[in-house]
């Protein structure tokens, strides 16, 4: 019987692991293995680091937007975990949307119970499922706090016209955040970019009723926290704009929970090398 297989959503699947319904995610057409005109709802199996799901695709919008680029857009369900076969073709895929005819039935295997992550606020589902641009500040906010950031201030919210979100402090590393939920948001926000870029390459400036000031041998970052992807967007020289996906951060706490090595310094350094390779 032929299944769809999907692997590693940029997304993630790790928001269906967190319980049982439905839930939506998206691939652009460069992830498409298949023939887009081919799609249509069905049986799928859904595959990340080496966890395995039996569910099936709905609601399927062939013409949408992904990442900036042309896409799909659905919606998916989980029922039950498997294990693949040992040194499966399928684990030398790369990520993207397949069509396979399968040589076992993942149906048969022992059925795996969807796993609650009790470290998880119960937040970070409201950051993922919100269409509210305060509720994504607000929580957002909060898990850069939970981050253990705590040379933190932001903006009163609807007082913060052409200015970002927030700045933080850490250990060297000086960031001015600003969310979004938008998908194409870098033509609008191009002002303000810059406008970020400038505040920080004067390497002093005041928050409310604080002032900060920025070492020479400091890091200076922008950061557009979204729904969408993490990358570089711009390099200004002592001044980097990134696009940070909102789950990354949450998986950096996780991490940062389950890691009792982690110290002040690697964290340090995975906030600020987030976007390049070596790290996510």
């Known amino acids: 019987m032929k299944y769809y297989v999907l692997l590693h959503s940029l997304q993630g699947w790790e928001s269906g692991y967190e319980k049982t319904g439905e839930w939506k995610a998206k691939y652009s057409d460069d992830y498409l293995k298949?023939?887009?005109?081919?799609?249509?709802?069905?049986?799928?199996?859904?595959?990340?680091?080496g966890i395995c799901w039996n569910g099936i695709v709905t609601d399927i919008n062939l013409n949408s937007k992904a990442?900036?680029?042309?896409?799909?857009?659905?919606?998916?369900?989980?029922?039950?975990?498997?294990?693949?076969?040992?040194?499966?073709?399928?684990?030398?895929?790369?990520p993207g949307w397949y069509e396979m005819e399968l040589d076992f039935d993942p149906e048969k295997k022992p059925a795996v119970a969807l796993p609650q992550n009790l470290l998880a606020p119960d937040f970070f589902n409201n950051l993922l499922e919100t269409n509210s641009w305060r509720l994504f500040e607000n929580y957002g906010f909060m898990l850069l706090k939970l981050l253990g950031i705590h040379n933190i201030r932001k903006y009163e919210?609807?007082?913060n016209k052409g200015r970002a979100d927030g700045f933080f402090q850490f250990k060297g590393l000086n960031v001015l955040f600003d969310f979004t939920l938008e998908d194409e948001f870098l033509e609008r926000k191009t002002d303000q970019v810059n406008n970020y870029v400038n505040q920080l390459k004067k390497g002093a400036f005041v928050f409310g009723n604080r002032h900060f000031s920025i070492s020479p041998n400091d890091s200076s970052q922008v950061w557009i926290i979204t729904r969408?992807?993490?990358?570089?967007?711009?390099?200004?020289?002592?001044?980097?704009?990134?696009?940070i996906f909102i789950e990354d951060l949450m998986d950096l706490y996780l991490e940062r929970l389950e890691n009792d090595d982690m110290d002040e310094a690697q964290l340090k350094k995975k906030l600020e090398d987030i976007a390049t390779n070596d790290v996510w």
Request: no cysteine; glycine share 12%; charged share 25%.
């Open 157 to 159: 919210q609807g007082n």
């Open 67 to 94: 990442y900036g680029k042309s896409g799909v857009v659905f919606n998916y369900n989980l029922t039950t975990g498997f294990e693949l076969p040992y040194n499966h073709e399928i684990t030398k895929l790369k």
């Open 228 to 243: 969408n992807t993490t990358q570089i967007l711009q390099n200004h020289g002592d001044v980097v704009v990134k696009e």
């Open 34 to 49: 298949i023939d887009r005109g081919k799609i249509k709802e069905g049986k799928a199996l859904f595959i990340d680091n």
